[in-house]
């Protein structure tokens, strides 16, 4: 018997016993022992539910018992998680855990603490959810050196851009739909303002890197600004609009960025739509590869969680984890990365042509039915850097949405 405990038992941390409970049988045969859970630690009771019996409201009462093998830490936010989590595996604890914010702070830290002491500190849960993109990366793409990580990874921002473009609506009627539906906060910040999309592309940067990547060096931008009339241009471009996440390397640099971006039907991002998530990679001998799934949600996040669990449970003396050291990458600066821009400019496009084109040379003129006074511009390719300067010298920009056009393949 493998004992284990679960530090929250709020949404995921529910999740987990449920899963468990439903599935053990099938749980018990892949990890070849029976998962057991001793302890569930929270602050509050549960009197009508049968889990009240092994409630404690102590972490000491975990860390301090011998027969504690692995320890789930479903808590969210950085105290006292990274607290109790550190305790956990200086007491020989392995530890999993879906605290992307956590993970993105003091990963680095954590995963040599458990290489050290042979145990493991394992995460899949807190990138796709759902979605095996981690193991993915720690064992099947070992061979590979990842081109490119672009990923949609929020829930919440996808349910509402795929609102606004397949019915028109705006964005505080989808922000609020979003919300009825329990799919976004009632402060949806962290979802709209591309926070949590960037916390988890700097796990996924640091992964692939095998460094410290920080979220606060990563440009990161919301859904905030994005309009109904954006996506009445998209269409007329044969494009849509995603919030990506996406990591890539540039010669010896790794460019990281979360913003919203115009995709081609072409890109296999293109019909992500609803709550899904979906994360496509690019290897150097893989080529293409794609992972779709329920990005969050109680369930499947749980699943991801206790899937963790059966790999430490069958590794309980061996760290099998892919380490990224403490010392921190430096990110190619945002300015010198290039790409195309779609830009939305107030007033007549015919007598506007020439004084655009003189600073930003040859462009592409969209125009959208029932939008007047204004016309859009798709741009050459050129750096941030370069976008930043020429859109200095024009009056009247709206809007600007940058193009991401898929890499062709090696």
Known sequence: M?????????TVGSGVVEVINTNGDIINQRAGNEINIKYVLDLRDFPDDPIQEKIVHDVDVIINDPEIKIVVEVMGGIEPAYTFTKRCLEAGKSVVTSNKALVAKHGAELLSIARDRELNYLFEASVGGGIPIIRALNSCLTADKIEEITGILNGTTNYMLSKMFYEGADYDEVLKEAQDNGYAERNPEADVEGYDACRKIAILSSLISGQQVDFEDIYTEGITKITKQDMMYAKKLGMTIKLLASSKRHGDHLHAIVAPAMIS???PLYNINDVFNAVFVHGNMLGDAMFYGSGAGKLPTASAVVADVVDEAKHLKRNIMTMWKNEKLTLLPIEDTCKKFFVR???????RREEVENVFGPVTVVTADGLNGEFGIV????????YKE???????ILHMIRIEEQQAED
């Open 345 to 351: 400019i107030s007033g007549d496009a015919d007598s």
């Open 379 to 386: 741009t050459d390719v050129m750096s941030e850097g370069e």
């Open 265 to 267: 039907k072409e890109h």
């Open 390 to 396: 020429k859109s200095a010298q024009i009056d009247g």
């Open 2 to 10: 493998v004992n284990i405990a679960v530090m929250g038992y709020g």
